[in-house]
């Protein structure tokens, strides 16, 4: 059931680099850790493209990598 929602995040996602497109909102930061938990960070690259590009858009951030590098 968990890999049906990605599918649908990752068929319903707007082109790289975030979910809405190419502005950064609350949805990335959200999708980006929770893409990497429960099996995420094996599954989620090879199989959601753009869920994967938004997440490591996500990392790059400047107030967020710290943060991304402790936790994830």
Known sequence: MGRDIWRLVE??????????????????????????WMGGRQWIPANCPKVEAMAQAVAARPRIAPVWARHI
């Open 11 to 36: 068929r319903e996602a707007a082109p790289a680099p975030f979910i809405l497109g190419g502005r950064f909102s609350l949805a990335d930061l959200y999708l980006g850790f929770l893409s990497r």
